[in-house]
C-alpha cells in the first residue's frame, strides 16, 4: 500500500488514464473515409432538395442510386491510390488535388449511371453540372474540417505512443537517448524506465532521481494510466530473464516488443515492427486498437442500454422477491480483477446467506446450503447476473469478455493466476456477463486443473480472435441456451 501512496505522488494525477479505445492512424483514416461517404450522400440529397429546378430531372431514388454508385466509387479509388493516410490530410492543397483525384472518377462513375438509365436528363446538363459540383463542394469543405480536427488531435498529443522501457543498461540507455531525439519524440512519448527488477524506475519527463524501494510502480502504473508500448531492453543472452519479463507483462494492454540487438538483421520467421528506426519482435500485440475498440464500445454501451430496458420489469421483480424472502441487502458486491489485473466491484443480486468468512476464493459448489430459495431460482435463471449491465455502463465490463474472477480463486488449493500460466493474459481486456468459455462448457465453477487450463485457453482464444460476428453469436448463444441448463447453479 506504502508503495502505491508512493506511485501516486510520483507520478502524480496529469497523466492520462488507462483506456480501452486509443487514437491510432488507422482508426482517423477510416473515421475520414465514413465522413467522406457520408458527406457524398448527404450533399447529394441537399442539392436534390435545394437546386432550382421544376420539374427536377432526377427522383429522390434516382439521386440516391447515383450518390451510392459515387460514394462506392470514390471511396475505392481513394484507397487504391492509398490516400487515406494521416499525413497526407495536413496540406491544404494536396489534400484538395486528392479528393479531386478521387471524385473525378467518381463522378464520372455516376454519368455513366445516368447515361444509361436516364439519358433524357441531360437536357438539363446545368442541374447535373450544379449537382455534381454541390457535392464536390460538400468533400472539400468537410476535408478542411478533417485537417483542422487532425491539427487539435497532434496539438494534445493524442496520437503520440506512450511508452514504457523496462531495462537497464547500456541498451536500455541508448533506447532512452533514442526516444528523446526529435524524430522520434514527436510520435512517442516516454513516460517511464523500470528496472527489470522493479526496485527502481525513473519518470520520463527527465529531471527526476531514481527511487528505491518502488516495487509495485509498474503495477500501479499499468493499472492506472494509458500504456501502449512496453519496450523490453533486456540482452537476448539473458533469456531465462527476458522470457520471465514477457510472462510478467502478460496481462498489460499493450504493445510488448523486443529490440534485436544486432544491425541490419532482418528476420525471416517473423516480419519485424519497426521501432524508432530499428527492427524488434513484437511479442504481445495490444487487443482492440483503434476502430475495433470504438466498436466494442459503442456494441457495449448499445446492448446494455437495450438489454436493461427489457430487463428491468425482471430485475425489479428479483429485487422485491429479496428484498421481502431474506431482506436486505438486495445487491450483492465483491472485488473482482478486471481490465489491467485492476480490481473492481461486481453486482449481482444476492442469492445466498451473509457469511463474512467466505472470501469467495473457492467459489460456490453445487448444493450449497447457503443458497437460498430464491436465490436457487435466479442462479438457475442467470437472473442474478442480470446487475452485471451497471458495470458495463460503468465501464468495468463488456457484454462479452472473460469472466472476472476474485483476485485469490483457489483451483486445487492453488491460485488459478499462479498455478495456470497464461491466465494474466485474460485481462488485456474488459471482463464480460458472458463470454466464449461460458459457451463451451465453462459455467458451473472451475475446481479441476483441467478445467482451469481449458477456460483459459478459450479465453485467449477469444481474445485472439475476436470479431463483432463472434460477439453477436456469442450472446446469441448465451440468450437461448446459455442462461439455463445443467452446469448453471
Known sequence: MAGSLAARRHYGRHRPKARLINWTHGLINRCVMVADGTV????????????????RPLTWLQSLTVALV?????????????????????????????????????????GVILAAFAPRIWSQCDWIVSWFLFI????????????????????????RRRVVVVG?????????????????????????????????????????TPDPSRVPDLVYYAQNYAIDLVV???????????FDLIRGLQWISADVVVPFET??????????????GSPTLQVMHRPFRGSQALVKTIEDYTVAVAALIVASPWMLLAALAIRFTDGTPVLFRQPRSGFNNKEFLIYKFRTMSIDNSDDGSRGTMRGNQRIT???????????????????????????????????????????????VRQYAARHRIKPGITGWAQINGMRGGIDTMDKANRGADLDLYYVANWS??????????????????????
Open 40 to 55: 457524398l450522400l448527404a450533399a447529394g440529397g441537399i442539392a436534390w432538395l435545394f437546386l432550382a429546378a421544376s420539374p
Open 70 to 110: 459515387m460514394t462506392i466509387s470514390f471511396v475505392w479509388v481513394m484507397r487504391w491510390l492509398n490516400l487515406y493516410r494521416v499525413e497526407r490530410y495536413s496540406r491544404i492543397l494536396r489534400s484538395l488535388l486528392e479528393v479531386a483525384c478521387g471524385f473525378v472518377p467518381a463522378a464520372i462513375a455516376g
Open 136 to 159: 464536390f463542394v460538400g468533400l472539400l469543405l468537410e476535408r478542411q474540417v478533417a485537417r483542422l480536427l487532425l491539427t487539435i488531435v497532434r496539438q494534445r498529443g493524442l496520437l
Open 168 to 208: 537497464a543498461g547500456p541498451k536500455c540507455d541508448e533506447i532512452v537517448q533514442r526516444l528523446r531525439q526529435p524524430r522520434f519524440s514527436c510520435d512517442h512519448h516516454l513516460v517511464g524506465v523500470f528496472d527489470p527488477q522493479f526496485n527502481r524506475s525513473w519518470r520520463g519527463d527527465g529531471g527526476s
Open 232 to 242: 523490453i531492453a533486456v540482452s537476448w543472452d539473458r533469456s531465462s530473464e527476458l
Open 263 to 276: 544491425a541490419g538483421l532482418r528476420p525471416q520467421f517473423v516480419p519485424p515492427m519497426r521501432f524508432i
Open 373 to 419: 430459495r430464491v436465490g436457487r431460482f435466479l442462479r438457475s435463471t442467470s437472473i442474478d447476473e442480470l446487475p452485471q449491465l451497471f458495470n458495463v455502463l460503468r465501464g468495468d465490463m463488456s457484454i462479452v469478455g472473460p469472466r472476472p474472477h476474485v483476485p485469490n480463486m483457489l483451483v486445487e488449493g492453488g491460485v488459478y493466476s499462479e498455478v
Open 468 to 489: 463483432l460476428r463472434l460477439d453477436i453469436t456469442i450472446m446469441l448463444k448465451t440468450l437461448f441456451r446459455g442462461m439455463a441448463g445443467r452446469n448453471v447453479f
